[in-house]
Structure formats: structure tokens, C-alpha cells
């Protein structure tokens, strides 16, 4: 198969076509990055890589992460993680409320905001230095340590983050939040800041098309039955209330940020990663979408 053609053809033809959407006005810095930025890394197990546009520039990976902290825990906790956390998908939006009452604290899933508030409440009791560990991990994953938390944005966002607020303290009424929730949503906001270009983004998430093996040191991050969990919470609540249209569509396990990132993975062939930010209504980047329905279309890649 010649990736390298196809990747190309879909990027030019994604980038003729209208770029529709908005950023993310409520995080302040993500609303001043240049909506015209457009990456495309391609990793294959076998070693084939391409990239295209924008692909070196970092960007804030943002929901991308709670895979990353969720992954962190299940390698922790076992299964005991589901206690504290659902594996269903919500089919509401990334950072609704409305389910927490009737479910009495236990979030719907780890990648919606309310999961991961709980996630990172979970490792900063299980972790000495949770913040310092978890940067460590991403590091390991990406067999590059100048990789970082921005500051910046985690700052953005807690002078605006109301909804999180809201969130950790409706939980910690419930009784499902341990530690004092500032602690929790600073640990919150600066995983959401993490800064990653598509091509690191790629390889971190290389790990989960290789039956949880890391490809630089042949280390296992997870078994091979938690990595087939991991992407089948990917598959069915990455996307928030549009995880059934990505299925549909792309039909690839994945996830996306509100920074204009999707990741996804093909199952012992690949991993992917795209970033544009304009956003759709649910949160999702247009073009990102546009550009993986097309790409698995041409491939024939699909997990179903
Ligand atoms: N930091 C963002 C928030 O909490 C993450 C949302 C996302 O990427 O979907 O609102």
C-alpha cells in the first residue's frame, strides 16, 4: 500500500476544500493559535513513516491526554480503576454535568472531563509526585524528555475553567473525589496543557497498535488484554457525543482535544495523528475528521 500517496492526495484535497469550525474561545490561549496550521504524522509498526504540513509543530494536546493518565492508572490500579470510573460512553458533551447525580459520582468514562478529574484525583493518591511521574511516562512513552507541561495554557485555562470547578466539586460532594480539589484540577489542567507535534503524538500512541509494547525498547507499558480495553474505550468514547459517528465514519480506535488533535490506531498496523484546530460543534477538529474519514476510506483500513 502506498501510504505515503494517499496521505498526500487526502492532505491537499482536504486543504482546498472549506475549513469550517472555530477554536476553543473559552481556553484563551488556544483561541490565538493560527486556525491555518495543518499536520499529518504516519507511523507504521513496520517502520514506514511520513509526514506532511505542520506535522514537527507542538501542539496542546488537551482530552488527548486522559488516554495517556487513564493508561497510567490501569497499569496501577488493575482493574480495581473501575470502581471510580464507567466504561460506557456518555453521549453527552466533554464537560456535561448532567449524568453525575444519577450515577452518584461515578463518571460515565475516563475520557470525558468528568472521568479524568477523577483519574488524576486517583494518581495523585496513588503517586508521590503525580505531576512529575505523569510527565515522566509521556516522556518514556515518546523516548524524548524535552517534552513538557505549557504552563501557559494550564494557567489559561484555570482562570476560565468554571465547568471543571464545577465538576470536581460536584463530585467531591458525591464522595468520589479523595484529595482538596484545587490540588486535583491543577493536576487536571496542566495534563490538558501537555505539548506534543503530530509526529511525537504518533509515536506515542504506537504502544497501543503494538499490543502495549514500546516500540524504542520493546518495554510493555500494559498487557495485551488491558492495551485491547484501552482502545476499545478509545472506539467507543473518544469522540464524546460523536464517538458513534467516528466509528462510523473512520471506524479506527482514537481520540481527540480541543487543541485541534486526533490520534488513532490501527491494530498491529499503525498509528496516526492530525492536527488542525478549527473545531466542530461537538468539539472535534473538522478537518482532522475530514482528513482520517478519507484516509481510512482510501486505505481500506478499518477495524470492522
Ligand atoms: N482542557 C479541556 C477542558 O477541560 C479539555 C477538553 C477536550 O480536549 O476535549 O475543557
Keep these: 500500500m502506498d501510504y505515503q500517496n494517499i496521505i498526500e492526495e487526502v492532505y491537499y484535497y482536504v486543504l482546498e476544500e472549506e475549513n469550517v469550525g472555530a477554536k476553543p474561545t473559552y481556553i484563551p490561549e488556544l483561541a490565538q493559535v493560527d486556525e ?3 499536520g499529518v504524522y504516519f507511523y507504521s509498526l513496520n517502520k514506514r513513516r511520513f509526514g506532511i504540513g505542520d506535522y514537527q509543530e507542538r501542539f496542546s ?6 488516554v495517556l493518565s487513564t493508561t497510567l492508572a490501569y497499569s496501577i490500579l488493575g482493574d480495581r480503576l473501575w470502581e471510580r470510573v464507567s466504561v460506557e460512553p456518555s453521549g453527552t458533551s466533554f464537560n456535561s454535568l448532567v449524568q453525575l447525580e444519577s450515577d452518584n459520582g461515578i463518571p460515565r468514562n475516563p475520557l470525558i472531563n468528568s472521568g479524568a478529574i477523577v483519574v488524576c484525583d486517583i494518581l495523585l493518591s496513588t503517586l508521590e509526585n503525580a505531576e512529575e511521574d505523569f510527565i515522566e511516562f509521556v516522556r518514556d512513552l515518546a523516548n524524548d524528555h524535552s517534552i513538557d507541561y505549557s504552563q501557559r495554557v494550564a494557567q489559561s485555562e484555570k482562570s476560565v475553567g ?3 470547578f464545577a465538576l470536581c466539586y460536584y463530585i467531591k460532594s458525591l464522595g468520589n473525589i479523595v484529595n482538596d480539589p484545587i490540588k486535583v484540577l491543577d493536576f487536571y489542567f496542566k495534563l490538558c496543557s501537555v505539548e506534543l507535534s503530530c509526529e511525537q503524538l504518533a ?5 497501543l497498535a503494538n499490543d502495549g509494547i514500546r516500540l ?7 498487557t495485551d488484554t ?3 480495553r484501552i482502545n ?5 468514547c473518544g469522540f464524546y457525543d460523536e464517538s458513534g459517528e467516528f466509528a462510523f465514519k473512520v471506524g479506527l480506535p482514537g481520540k481527540s482535544g480541543v487543541g485541534g488533535g ?14 488542525s484546530p478549527k473545531l466542530n460543534a461537538k468539539g472535534n477538529s473538522y478537518r482532522g475528521m475530514k482528513f482520517l474519514e478519507a484516509f481510512t476510506q482510501q486505505t481500506r483500513t478499518s477495524i470492522f
Design 61 to 66: 494536546i488537551q482530552s488527548i491526554a486522559k
Design 262 to 275: 486526533i490520534v488513532a490506531i490501527m491494530p498491529n498496523q499503525y498509528s496516526i495523528a492530525v492536527w
Design 36 to 38: 491555518h496550521k495543518f
Design 216 to 222: 524504542h525498547d520493546r518495554e510493555p507499558v500494559l
Design 203 to 207: 509515536y506515542v500512541f504506537s504502544f
Design 226 to 228: 488491558f492495551t485491547k
Design 162 to 164: 468554571y465547568r471543571n
Design 232 to 236: 476499545a474505550i478509545m472506539q467507543t
